[in-house]
């Protein structure tokens, strides 16, 4: 055990991976901000994720062969298990990943309004469109039964309510879509 341990620590196998794990990493962060600023498929941060820590072990393996000082040449286990290893990604990304949608997540349009200024909307894609219902109330935690907001109760109830949703949309970062809804009284209609 020790000479294994002392053979990895020779061929740099340790540092190899973890430089590759570190600017995976990196990459795919920077990935998920594209993909939020340009409302690209979310499918692609994933798709990147599995895809390259799924190459891992071809990492290690080209990090066995040439980890040592000095040059070396590539080995029959190398020529071998690296294309098996990529054989093996594309399997399970397609498998994974082949039936969902890469299109983008929403359509940005500009339209005129009344006053012949430009605004700019996101319609969401539809397979990306996130739904929720809001109901105005509370529940009876015996009965699980919605009754109607008392006066006094309405005010603390939606401003939870409004802390609900909004720490809802900033993390998940996704359109929240719902068409217009009565929150304390007034018709409030939450497109991101």
């Known amino acids: 055990m020790a000479d294994f341990i002392t053979e990895l620590r020779d061929r740099r196998i340790l540092p ?28 692609l941060t994933d798709i990147v994720f599995w895809g390259l820590y799924s190459l891992i072990p071809a990492v290690m393996l080209v990090a066995w ?27 399970l990304l397609v498998t ?5 949608d890469f299109n983008l997540a929403a359509t940005q349009i500009t339209l005129n309004n009344e006053l012949g200024q430009q ?27 919605w009754t109607g907001c008392s006066t006094a109760s309405r005010n603390c109830w939606c401003r939870i309510y409004n802390r609900i949703l909004l720490s809802w949309q900033i993390h998940h970062g996704t359109i929240l879509a719902t068409d217009f809804i009565h929150v304390c009284g007034k018709p409030v209609s939450m497109m991101a």
């Open 16 to 43: 190899a991976v973890g430089v590759y794990v570190a600017s995976t990493w990196v990459l795919i962060e920077i990935l998920d901000r594209l993909v939020d600023r340009y409302l690209l498929s979310p499918y």
């Open 119 to 145: 605004e700019t909307f996101y319609i969401p894609s539809e397979t990306f469109r996130r739904r929720m219902a809001v109901f105005s109330g509370k529940m009876n935690p015996v009965t699980r039964n």
């Open 96 to 100: 994974v990943f082949g039936s969902k």
């Open 65 to 91: 062969t040439h980890g040592r000082p000095g040059k070396d040449k590539a080995t029959r286990i190398e020529k071998v298990g690296v294309p098996i290893n990529l054989i093996a990604t594309l399997g």
